[in-house]
C-alpha cells in the first residue's frame, strides 16, 4: 500500500465524519479542485482504503428497542465452521455485526430487537441452538456512542 499524505488523510476524516457529505464540500475543506478531490477519493475506493459509507440510524424509532452484545464459544475452531457460524448469524435480521475474537469468546454479535422475547427467541432459535455453541452470554446495551474521529496510524 502507498503511504497516503496529509491531504488524503484529511478527506478520509470528512468521509468518516460523514458519510453523507458532497465532494463540494470535502474539496472546499482540503482545499482542491472538486475534480482533483474527486479523482482522489475513486483511487482510495480502488485501493480497497474506502470500503463504503453507513448511515447511522436511530434504532428505537424503527422498533428495535433493545440492543445487546451476545458473547458465543464455539466447541470447534475450524475454518468452515468458524466461516460458516460468522456467515449465517450476519445474515439475520436482528444482527448488526458480528465480531470474530480471540480471547475466551469466538463471537460477538451487536443485535437490536423490539423486546425481550424476541431477545430471547433469537438467542434459542439462533444461537444456543446450533450443535457448534458451547457457550452464550448476553449482556443488554443501554447506550452506544460511536466516534466521529479518524484514527491514523503512521
Keep these: 500500500m502507498r503511504k497516503l499524505d496529509d491531504t488524503d488523510i484529511a478527506i478520509l476524516a470528512c468521509v468518516f465524519k460523514d458519510p453523507c457529505i458532497t465532494n463540494k464540500a470535502i474539496a472546499s475543506h482540503v482545499d482542491l479542485a472538486p475534480s482533483s478531490c474527486l479523482e482522489r ?10 470500503l463504503g459509507a453507513r448511515s447511522q440510524l436511530n434504532f428505537a424509532l424503527l422498533g428495535g428497542h433493545i440492543q445487546a452484545m451476545v458473547a458465543v464459544r464455539l466447541a470447534s475452531h475450524s475454518r468452515d465452521t468458524v466461516a460458516q457460524f460468522q456467515q449465517q448469524l450476519v445474515d439475520q435480521k436482528e444482527v448488526l455485526s458480528v465480531f470474530h475474537m480471540g480471547g475466551e469468546n469466538d463471537f460477538l ?6 423486546d425481550a422475547l424476541h431477545l430471547r427467541d ?7 441452538g446450533r450443535d457448534e455453541v458451547v457457550h452464550v452470554e448476553t449482556t443488554l ?14
Design 122 to 128: 433469537f438467542i434459542f432459535n439462533q444461537v444456543t
Design 141 to 154: 446495551i443501554y447506550d452506544h456512542v460511536t466516534s466521529n474521529s479518524l484514527p491514523y496510524f503512521e
Design 109 to 114: 454479535l451487536h443485535v437490536c430487537v423490539p
Design 41 to 50: 477519493i475513486k483511487r482510495l475506493q480502488n485501493e480497497g482504503i474506502i
